[in-house]
């Protein structure tokens, strides 16, 4: 029997050559489909945090970079409408992700690896805070309908969301973790570890796929 870890490795080297093969001219078009589904989702959470009126998200999100999908809509839509955005920072001792602010494209620069990040001088969403959190956006390279994900190995998000867990327990609150899939990504399984992230959420360029 094929070794886990193998078995990952290979099925991200697979996953990153069709994402970064795309189109572009599908990638565009699924993005313009995924951006408006994404729209429809955000205003009904608005909504869902009360009947009344809109009211403002409070939204963590990767930042895009490469060929990954874009969330450039993403941040721009929650400026416009007033939601709280927030991106990672990575941290190297011990590894691990700082959630910071980010109120416009001044707060953000190229950090590790070249990935875009919020700058130092960014307010930091503490971790005990994060229950307040209505929707995650986590970046990966691909999904099932299941709700698994395989990501790039550095095990950031997985961490992330092992802490989130436990912040969540104490408050009986949880945001939704959802992801952008582009064409290619759908999975009819991934391997999955006790540990990883799963999510509740895949915007596709056909719908939207809540999952149980």
């Known amino acids: 029997m094929q070794d886990r870890t193998e078995q990952k490795k290979q099925l991200r080297s697979r996953l990153r050559k069709l994402r970064d093969r795309l189109d572009e001219q599908m990638r565009e078009e699924a993005s ?21 009126m809109r009211k403002p998200l409070n939204i963590f999100s990767y930042l895009s970079y490469g060929s ?38 001044e707060d953000i620069e190229p950090g590790v690896w070249g990935i875009p990040e919020p700058k130092a001088s960014c307010e930091v969403l503490h971790p005990e805070n994060w229950p307040d959190l209505d929707l995650v956006l986590v970046p990966g390279l691909g999904y099932d309908l299941q709700g698994g994900r395989i990501g790039y190995g550095g095990g950031y998000y997985d961490r992330f969301a092992e802490q989130l867990e436990m912040q969540c327990a104490e408050r009986s609150k949880r945001p939704l973790m959802a992801a952008l899939v582009l064409p290619g990504q759908l999975e009819p399984e991934i391997p999955m570890d006790p540990l990883d992230l799963r999510l509740n959420l895949l915007i596709t360029p056909e719908g939207i796929l809540h999952i149980e």
């Open 32 to 52: 313009t489909r995924m951006n408006d589904g994404l729209k429809r989702e955000l205003d009904r959470l608005r909504l869902s945090k009360n009947r009344h």
């Open 68 to 105: 990954e999908a874009s969330t450039a809509f993403l941040f721009e839509e929650g400026w416009k409408q007033g939601d709280m955005l927030l991106a990672p920072k990575v941290l190297a001792d011990p590894p691990r992700m700082e959630l910071r602010r980010v109120t416009s494209r």
